[in-house]
């Protein structure tokens, strides 16, 4: 079985979950998009509204604010693997209890072993704690620091720069030093790093799509 195809099994194993209250209030599980072999994955806190309606993560105005600060650090979601620490949505928004974290844990750690990416983006304090718990966002956001076998950067998540503009230039500086932090991990991984196209150079290629920057 491929990669692809263990992804769409999991998938549907989400689809069907019931080890938390969590399955009873969802309309449509949320397991993750992206690709097998995605180098970046990133994780949030857990499906609202819009994405329990479409049963895809970040497609709401976080998700529109995702897709911009992926494009200013060169990504598009076709490049990398994004999905949340719970599948389903918790009512009314509210933060995921830590049983619920804890009962889907298995489907992340399996979405991780799969995926196996260079770098894992948490997006949020929630999921920053499976990873580096017991320190403050706002005193490590954007520091990468290996994790196991990989990298870990936290971040905050795009619904808080949403609401707190303080935050905006942060979060604006952090995806803009993804790129370099990749080709760090690459190296310490042992991969070969790539050579870096700055934004400002595509700009000048093609000033026809400054619009997308």
Do not use: W, Y
């Amino acid at each position: 079985m491929t990669a692809e195809e263990t992804l769409s099994r999991l998938a549907g194993e989400i689809s069907a979950c019931a080890k938390c209250g969590l399955h009873e209030t969802r309309k449509k599980s949320v397991p993750g998009d992206g690709p097998a072999n995605a180098e970046i994955m990133f994780i949030g806190e857990g499906p609202g509204f819009h994405e329990n309606e479409q049963g895809h993560p970040f497609v709401g105005a976080s998700g529109k604010f995702l897709d911009q600060l992926l494009a200013q650090a060169g990504l598009t979601r076709t490049e990398v693997f994004i999905c949340n620490v719970v599948k389903c949505r918790p009512p009314g928004n509210r933060d995921p209890l830590p049983d619920e974290i804890s009962a889907c844990d298995a489907h992340l750690e399996e979405q991780i072993k799969i995926i196996n990416p260079s770098i894992i983006v948490t997006l949020g304090r929630i999921s920053m704690g499976k990873f580096i718990p017991g320190v403050k966002i706002t005193a490590v956001h954007g520091q990468m620091r290996k994790v196991d076998e990989r990298f870990v950067i936290p971040m905050f998540h795009p619904a808080a720069a949403l609401h707190q503009a303080a935050l905006k230039p942060s979060i604006l500086a952090d995806f803009g030093r993804l790129p370099d932090q990749l080709n760090e991990a690459r190296v310490a991984l042992g991969k070969p790093a790539i050579v870096i196209r700055k934004k400002e150079e595509l700009v000048q290629e093609n000033p026809q799509q400054l619009s997308l920057f």
